[in-house]
């Protein structure tokens, strides 16, 4: 589903700049669930952002589903990220001033879907995190937990073929955080291909497998039963 190779990327700042990542090769395919883990800092969510088509790598290639995603023009490539790409923030970057039900539709809303199918996959999709009965508050009136819900929801409503999380339980207390990730580990039972970035061991725990980076590098990728064997952690 995703191939990236010898990725890199710096940023520049006026005469500074900085290399994030240094050469990063690995490959998803459909269906895993992977943690991307590293100290703040190491290019986490530079790595995520570029997998989400948000931003560009310097050098490297990524291909997903089978496209090269490198180097398409701004149109294309938001065509590629609205159809294939669902995502999943810390901060839930819901819109506040909109109802859990329109939030969660509005993604259908840039694919040109029709306001009743609109409405129609979005209650769906709220059902599914258990929101039903929220569908007409607003994010305001709901908890962090049910915020990260709703935005789960919106991520699923277009149906993507990978769902992108950087950080989705940082900003949830640690109960909450299990919650939301089993959520993310049953939608991942259905198929979908997820990566989610976190710093945090115990949410990488949850996945099936975990690329540590380090220095702009993978130093470890490995499934979740053999980090936490290395670990000393029951498997
Ligand atoms: P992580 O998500 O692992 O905490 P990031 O990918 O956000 O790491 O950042 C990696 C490094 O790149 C950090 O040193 C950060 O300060 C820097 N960085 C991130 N985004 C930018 C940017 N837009 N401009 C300049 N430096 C950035
Ligand atoms: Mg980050």
Redesign the pocket.
């Known amino acids: 589903m995703i191939e990236i190779q010898n990725l890199h990327k710096s ?1 520049h ?1 006026g005469k500074n700049s ?1 290399h ?1 990542l240094k050469g990063i090769n690995f490959t998803v395919s459909e269906g895993e669930m992977v943690a991307i883990m ?1 100290s ?7 790595l995520l952002n570029i997998l989400g088509i948000l931003d560009e790598a310097d050098e490297g290639t990524y291909t997903l589903d089978g496209t090269l995603i490198n180097n398409l023009n701004e149109k294309v490539a938001a065509q590629y990220r609205n159809k294939f790409l669902g995502f999943i923030f810390q901060s839930f970057n819901l819109i506040n001033y909109k109802s859990a039900l329109e939030n969660v539709a509005l993604p259908l809303y840039y694919q040109g879907e029709k306001r009743n199918v609109r409405t129609e996959k979005a209650m769906h999709y709220l059902e599914k995190v258990g929101l039903a009965e929220w569908a007409s508050h607003l994010p305001n009136e709901l908890s962090g937990g049910q915020k990260q819900r709703v935005a789960i929801a919106r991520a699923l409503a277009s149906n993507p073929k990978v769902l992108l999380a950087d950080e989705p339980t940082g900003a949830l207390d640690t109960k909450t955080s299990y919650e939301v990730m089993e959520l993310i580990q049953e939608i991942n039972d259905e198929g979908k291909t997820i990566l989610i ?1 976190t710093h945090e061991e115990d949410i990488a725990y949850m996945t099936k497998r975990i690329v540590n980076l380090r220095d702009g590098l993978i130093i470890d990728d490995s499934i979740v039963q053999q980090v936490r064997a290395k670990a000393g952690l029951n498997v």
């Open positions: 940023y700042m900085l994030v590293g703040s800092g190491s290019g986490k969510s530079t970035v």
